[in-house]
């Protein structure tokens, strides 16, 4: 009944607020996973048999569902192999002429009928999002209904942890970056078509709702300053990181307001852009797991104001009016759906919380003309 209730509410016309735009666009696609079934079994079979699992198309896409927290070790990028046909693509059309698939299974993402082979469709134009944000949907929910048609062959993938998870790095070296592909024992007993992708589904609902509710008047104040700053003739900055990010930020229209470059927030072998900042600058940090500690130091120190999402906090701006801290709601495992019998949760959150919360300030920025 809640998942039923949540349903209806969200086929409402799209909002003002994209997060409840990308709420909106979960639950469009929640009505495609019946669709999803076949596909995804013909997809379990091949790669059971031994197939190998590609990634191809829009690079922030690929790079979104590959190396991920929660997803596929065994996926690859495709990049200029040709795979066999006992192999299986998942792609998303980027604009660009379609590589050579060969007779491999191709799964597409996006428009409707956009490219050859089966089709799992965004929703970006009925919910009025971004086409890239939008990509990353269906994906997850799609990559959920695989596992489960998987399971259903007494097969379990090896799936990513986060790398900020203790044992993140050390189970990449375990399965040797998924060249070990598959679970030799405690594989999860079979789960039924549906529970994955649902659950996905409600989870990342009740996380975008939680920002919703909790984090508008820091969102509207991210708006206003980056608003400030531009009318002021200053500069304004959208740092990010991740999978989806910075692409998601470079490539669209978020790009032509801000300046962008990668932050590594937390990573020390990453070095940080080398921006000098002026009084009345202002600066976005699309973050992960640890705040972005240095941008805020260095940004306030000149004048500036800075808003930033993160898993952690930093104590020391906790109280600084020029600081505005947003709480993306997911949980530092980032990968937030349950499987039982499994070790670790699976599916990723931040692409899409971290993606509607940019694209969010990026409305707010424009006064909320988009």
């Known amino acids: 009944m809640p998942f039923l209730i949540a349903l209806l ?4 016309a799209p909002q003002d607020s994209y997060l409840l735009r990308v709420d909106h666009a979960l639950h469009l696609c929640a009505q495609d996973i019946p669709a999803m079934r076949e596909p995804a079994e013909t997809a379990a079979r091949k790669l059971a048999g031994g197939g190998n699992f590609w990634a191809a198309g829009q690079p922030s896409w690929v790079s979104e569902i590959t190396g991920r927290a929660g997803g596929f070790m065994m996926l690859k990028p495709l990049r200029d192999k040709i795979p066999a046909d006992t192999d299986v693509v998942l792609y998303a059309p980027d604009g660009l002429a379609q590589p050579d698939f060969g007779s491999a299974y191709v799964i597409s993402f996006g428009k ?33 209904e695989l596992v489960a048609a998987l399971t259903r062959l007494t097969k379990m993938p090896v799936m990513y942890e986060s790398i900020g ?18 679970h030799d024992s405690n594989i999860p007993p079979p789960v039924p078509h549906g529970l994955l992708g649902k659950r996905f589904v409600g989870t ?19 708006g206003r300053w980056a608003r400030e700053a ?31 470059a990668v932050w590594n927030a937390g990573f020390r072998n990453s070095p940080p852009p080398d921006h000098a900042y002026g009084k009345g600058d202002f600066a976005v940090h699309v973050g992960y797991q640890h705040p972005p500690s240095l941008m805020l130091e260095r940004i306030t120190r000149a004048g500036g104001k800075a808003a930033y999402m993160s898993v952690l906090w930093d104590r020391d701006y906790a109280a600084n009016p020029n600081v505005a801290y947003i709480d993306p709601m997911w949980d530092w495992a980032d990968a937030c759906v349950t499987l039982e019998g499994y070790d670790i949760p699976i599916l990723p959150a931040s692409g899409i919380l971290h993606g509607a919360i940019a694209w969010e300030i990026y409305r707010l920025s424009t006064g909320g003309t988009i």
């Open 9 to 12: 509410t969200a086929l409402a």
């Open 230 to 260: 531009k009318a002021a003739g200053r500069e304004v900055y959208m740092y990010s990181m991740g999978h989806l990010f910075p692409g998601e930020v470079e490539k669209t229209e978020i790009g032509t307001m801000f300046k962008s």
């Open 204 to 222: 990342i609902s009740a996380m975008l709702r939680r920002v919703e509710a909790g984090q508008r008047p820091n969102l509207e104040k991210a």
């Open 112 to 144: 409707k009928d956009s490219a050859e082979g089966v089709c799992v469709y965004n929703h970006a134009g009925e919910a009025e999002i971004s086409h890239t944000l939008a990509n990353a949907i269906p994906a997850w929910i799609f990559t959920g």
């Open 165 to 182: 998870a203790y044992g993140g790095n050390s189970r990449i070296q375990q399965y040797k970056n998924g060249e070990i592909a598959w």
